[in-house]
């Protein structure tokens, strides 16, 4: 079956500028989670919504990023006024018990 | 949340078998150690999760001692495809929720 799905795979934009990115989840898990993952270090949790709701944001650095899942399913993870420290690996992950899916992530590059 | 210690990186060859050891030395009691593996311009996948004792499933093996302050995760006979970066976590009665991931260990095996 399908797994998770994140698009663009690659983003490369301009400082200052706005991004989105997009995580399709597994078909029918409830939780979804955003992760960033700099090179050398491992996943570092942002976000984590348990239907339409953000059950847990304390992850997002700070008011330039925002998540929303507006029908439960679909995410959408938002940058505003991109800075070059935001370049990164984002990685989305879906589950339903005790085994989190991960996407292959979406590479930003903020130049 | 427990704080996992693991190496850094680990060398191994072909047909052998590998035991990466992680620390865990301030686990509460309703914790979870679970594994994930990571391969390049991938997101990580679980492997193995237990709470005590032994676990074994078709891929690997996890030995949790009756202190749990450490875990052991046991890979049999590695082949060149299970070079990747293994994650050792300690998560909260096992669930998904706000995966902590530390740098994990960077398992090379060679032919």
């Known amino acids: 079956g399908a797994g998770v799905s994140q698009t663009p795979s690659n983003k490369v934009t301009e400082k200052g500028k706005y991004v989105e990115l997009r995580c399709d989840p597994i078909s029918g898990h409830t939780a979804l989670y955003w992760y960033r993952q700099s090179l050398g270090q491992g996943p570092e949790f942002l976000i984590y919504?348990?239907?339409?709701?953000?059950?847990?944001d304390s992850g997002l650095p700070n008011d330039r990023f925002f998540a929303v899942r507006p029908e439960g399913s679909v995410s959408t993870l938002k940058i505003q006024r991109t800075e070059r420290g935001d370049s990164a690996v984002y990685l989305c992950?879906?589950?339903?018990?005790?085994?989190?899916?991960f996407g292959q992530g979406t590479r930003l590059t903020v130049v | 949340l427990a704080k996992t210690t693991q190496p850094i990186s680990m060398d191994s060859y072909e047909g052998q078998e590998v035991n990466i050891t992680c620390s865990h030395n301030n686990i509460a009691t309703n914790d979870y150690i679970t594994w994930y593996q990571q391969f390049p311009s991938q997101g990580p996948r679980f492997i193995i999760q237990g709470y005590k004792t032994k676990v074994t499933n078709e891929v690997a093996s996890l030995f949790i001692p009756a202190d749990r302050k450490s875990s052991t995760l046991s890979l049999p006979r590695v082949s060149l495809s299970d070079t990747a970066v293994y994650y050792c976590l300690a998560n909260y009665g096992g669930a998904t929720n706000k995966l902590i991931f530390g740098t994990g260990t960077l398992l090379a095996v060679q032919p």
């Open positions: 919504f348990q239907g339409t709701g953000a059950a847990d």
């Open positions: 992950a879906s589950s339903l018990g005790k085994e989190a899916f």
